[in-house]
T-cell receptor, first 115, second 114 residues
Framework: AQSVTQLGSHVSVSEGALVLLRCNYSSSVPPYLFWYVQYPNQGLQLLLKYTTGATLVKGINGFEAEFKKSETSFHLTKPSAHMSDAAEYFCAVREGNYGNNRLAFGKGNQVVVIP | GAGVSQSPRYKVAKRGQDVALRCDPISGHVSLFWYQQALGQGPEFLTYFQNEAQLDKSGLPSDRFFAERPEGSVSTLKIQRTQQEDSAVYLC????????????FGQGTRLTVV
């Protein structure tokens, strides 16, 4: 079974500083990896995904993530935090087979942006 | 529709009551998923439909949980004899069948069992 580890449930970052959220996964097959963002009382919105090809993936709102197979990691970064980045972030790995795109999620990181 | 729609947004149920949660996926999306998100946790998979066929229900926590999608579009998650541990946000997502396809999530139904 696939699984995802996100350390540090709460992450505080100063406005304008680097945002770094770590994600490590385990997968018995080539992984499809995702980062989702969840704002209060909202569903999850896709930030970016890696399936195949280029290992550095760019997403919405200035976020990017790099797939590193040797480290089984897919860390999320943003060079300069904005107040609007305050939200919860989830890393996920596809764990289904064939047409089943079910996802296994990490526990999430609650990001607080300090003015 | 433009997005995945879930109703009700909030539901308070007395312990032992039955509840039904509705999901209206994006039109044309073959695949539909239900997830349960406990407070402070990531979503956890419950069940998967391809059209009207329930192909994976390995995540349903007990036989009190039942899901259906009779016409391959709208889905209903039913919880019988609700317990306090059922309190969570229930998220519905739909996708195309392409491998690695993005899952589009609804806003969820927050169920509180009192």
């Amino acid at each position: 079974a696939q699984s995802v580890t996100q350390l540090g449930s709460h992450v505080s970052v100063s406005e304008g500083a680097l945002v770094l959220l770590r994600c490590n996964y385990s997968s018995s097959v080539p992984p499809y990896l995702f980062w989702y963002v969840q704002y209060p009382n909202q569903g999850l919105q896709l930030l970016l995904k890696y399936t195949t090809g280029a290992t550095l993936v760019k997403g919405i709102n200035g976020f990017e993530a790099e797939f590193k197979k040797s480290e089984t990691s897919f860390h999320l970064t943003k060079p300069s935090a904005h107040m609007s980045d305050a939200a919860e972030y989830f890393c996920a790995v596809r764990e289904g087979n064939y047409g089943n795109n079910r996802l296994a999620f990490g526990k999430g990181n609650q990001v607080v942006v300090i003015p | 529709g433009a997005g995945v729609s879930q109703s009700p947004r909030y539901k308070v149920a007395k312990r032992g009551q039955d509840v039904a949660l509705r999901c209206d996926p994006i039109s044309g999306h073959v695949s539909l998923f239900w997830y349960q998100q406990a407070l402070g946790q990531g979503p956890e998979f419950l069940t998967y439909f391809q059209n009207e066929a329930q192909l994976d229900k390995s995540g349903l926590p007990s036989d009190r949980f039942f899901a259906e999608r009779p016409e391959g579009s709208v889905s209903t998650l039913k919880i019988q004899r609700t317990q306090q541990e059922d309190s969570a946000v229930y998220l519905c997502a739909s996708t195309s069948q392409a491998r690695g396809a993005e899952a589009f999530f609804g806003q969820g139904t927050r169920l509180t069992v009192v």
